[in-house]
T-cell receptor, first 112, second 109 residues
């Protein structure tokens, strides 16, 4: 499969725990994006990388959130001290310089 | 800033045509995307308009007017499986997409 992949697909955690999600982009895509989507809303931008450089972070990304893309390939998104308001679908997408833009299947986070 | 507006919900009959409008205000606009999203799933790519005009792809067509900040997605010969949310997204600097809230389309028999 050559599409964007995300792991895990579902995560249930208790409030206060830390969680980490992984995204593997399409191999030739140099840009990688993280979005968050809650029920009935469109995806909201969190952050994006060009190769290994994190070029932009949304104000939605509080200090409990951190994202990395250490070798310019896969990326991780960590949420520390999770809160119930963090429950959402976390979407990863990648794009190429020519503009093709594709989402992964998402990680659904439920914070109890 | 970025602002994307689209209707919240639309209802149509199987076999009919539905047009979903989207207006946008985006600095550094590069292009306009449409995605389809079924409940509980990730968005899937439908269309991408860079230049003004109509792009046709099977039963789905998308139109863009850059001067008016306006796009629409046209769904023809509606099928029950077309019941989904349709997301309009404007592409700006860094290829980043800003999404509207989505239009939920309900197709009735």
């Amino acid at each position: 499969d050559t599409g964007v992949s995300q792991d895990p697909r579902h995560k249930i955690t208790k409030r206060g725990q830390n969680v980490t999600f992984r995204c593997d982009p399409i191999s030739e895509h140099n840009r990688l994006y993280w979005y968050r989507q809650t029920l009935g809303q469109g995806p909201e931008f969190l952050t994006y990388f060009q190769n290994e450089a994190q070029l932009e972070k949304s104000r939605l990304l509080s200090d409990r959130f951190s994202a990395e893309r250490p070798k310019g390939s896969f990326s991780t998104l960590e949420i520390q001290r999770t809160e119930q308001g963090d429950s959402a679908m976390y979407l990863c997408a990648s794009s190429s310089p020519s503009g093709g833009w594709f989402f992964g299947p998402g990680t659904r986070l439920t914070v109890l | 800033g970025q602002n994307i507006d689209q209707p919240t919900e639309m209802t149509a009959t199987e076999g009919a045509i539905v047009q979903i409008n989207c207006t946008y205000q985006t600095s550094g606009f590069n292009g306009l995307f449409w995605y389809q999203q079924h409940a509980g799933e990730a968005p899937t790519f439908l269309s991408y308009n860079v230049l003004d005009g109509l792009e046709e792809k099977g039963r789905f067509s998308s139109f863009l007017s850059r001067s008016k900040g306006y796009s629409y997605l046209l769904l023809k010969e509606l099928q029950m499986k077309d019941s989904a949310s349709y997301l309009c997204a404007a592409q700006a600097a860094g290829n980043k997409l800003t999404f509207g809230g989505g239009t939920r389309v309900l197709v009735k028999p």
